[in-house]
């Protein structure tokens, strides 16, 4: 019966404490844009990988976040700088290595600045008796190029698969590398740059102020918000926590035991609870096991959690010897807060 009711409260609670507004979320699915074809198909896919990866780890919350932005990059761009280069060779464009150099060095440096979105611009410009090539590099600009463009140029850019001058030899290597940014220029640069802040805001906000949770209770808890955690996308933190066979160490009294007898360290076992860390409110279901003589070694009950940092119980192990006890939750003075963080993010 006891149970029963402690049930029937969790129940309750979960309309009365949840709210009803979803998670913030910001899609990471780079499907915002309309692939066109080019003969750099491998470019192209690696471009699509890249743009989720980017966005995904776009809140910069951990280093691990920042090292793996910089692996793909660098193997992304080391790849398109040796496809620019054998498109464009320097006996024929001079000074394509160096602007090529420029925008392979500038994209790697993405966490000084936000330009390492941009690409190379090649422009064909034709006007009578001046038809120029161009070579251009936002935002600094310091190694643009500009030939003459004449027919020569145009064929020795016709070599490209897929082009027949250099206007469309430019397209080829704009619409395979272009993808590789789309994502993060929607959750980080335009319409999402306000909920990309407030997102960083609550994780850390979250990582100060939420419970320790087993990667067991982090699965349950994205599964209860499965329809925000269903990638590839940024996800605010839960609002509720899950307990879920929570272990951890207890310090229980039982007064009607004997002096000298009452206060003794007990292994409990949360079964099940919720925990709203933003409101600093939770509870659970808990079994307290204290081996003993004196009174029953196990007992239930349930666990009320205050601010995610102080914990307080009681447990009825039979006979009148009911027990009440504060948990010592040692995972949260040995472990890293950003590893709050860490297991959410492996299910964006």
């Known amino acids: 019966m006891k149970w029963n009711m402690l049930l029937l409260l969790m129940t309750f609670s979960v309309g009365v404490f949840a709210d009803s507004d979803d998670l913030t979320t910001i899609s990471c699915e780079p499907n915002d844009i309309t692939l066109n074809n080019t003969s750099y198909v491998e470019l192209q896919k690696d471009a699509l990988e890249l743009a989720t990866e980017l966005c995904l780890h776009s809140l910069h919350i951990t280093d691990e976040d920042i090292g793996s932005v910089k692996n793909e990059l660098k193997v992304f761009t080391d790849k398109a700088r040796i496809a620019y280069i054998e498109a464009f060779p320097e006996a024929s464009f001079p000074g394509v290595k160096k602007i090529v150099g420029q925008w392979h060095d500038q994209t790697n440096r993405f966490d000084e600045n936000t330009d390492f979105t941009s690409l190379i611009n090649i422009i064909d410009s034709y006007e009578p008796a001046n038809n120029r090539l161009k070579f251009q590099l936002p935002p600094f ?3 643009d190029l500009d030939f003459p463009l004449d027919d020569k140029l145009d064929r020795e850019c016709a070599k490209i698969e897929g082009a027949s001058n250099c206007r469309t030899a430019g397209e080829q290597f704009r619409y395979a590398l272009s993808p590789a940014f789309s994502s993060y220029r929607n959750a980080v640069l335009e319409n999402n740059q306000g909920k990309h802040n407030d997102l960083v805001k609550s994780w850390n906000s979250f990582m100060d102020d939420s419970r320790y949770q087993w990667p067991w ?3 349950a808890t994205t599964q209860y918000y499965s329809n925000e955690f269903n990638g590839p996308s940024l996800v ?5 926590q899950i307990i879920f066979l929570h272990p951890t160490l207890a310090v229980e009294r039982i007064d009607n035991l004997e002096r000298g007898s009452r206060d003794s360290v007990a292994i409990a076992l949360e079964w099940a609870g919720l925990n709203w860390w933003e409101k600093g409110f939770g509870f659970s279901l ?3 096991y204290w081996d003993r ?3 029953d070694s196990i007992g239930h009950g349930f666990t ?3 601010k995610s940092k102080y914990s307080i119980g009681f447990v009825h192990r039979g006979n ?3 027990g009440v006890f ?3 939750d040692l995972t949260e003075w040995f472990t890293d807060k950003k590893e709050k963080y860490k297991k959410y993010q492996k299910y964006f």
């Open 320 to 322: 009148g010897n009911n």
């Open 304 to 306: 009320l959690h205050i």
């Open 217 to 219: 209770e982090v699965w």
């Open 286 to 288: 808990t079994s307290l």
């Open 326 to 328: 504060f948990n010592v």
């Open 293 to 295: 003589e004196e009174a």
């Open 141 to 143: 600009h310091e190694h």
């Open 236 to 240: 605010a933190p839960p609002k509720v």
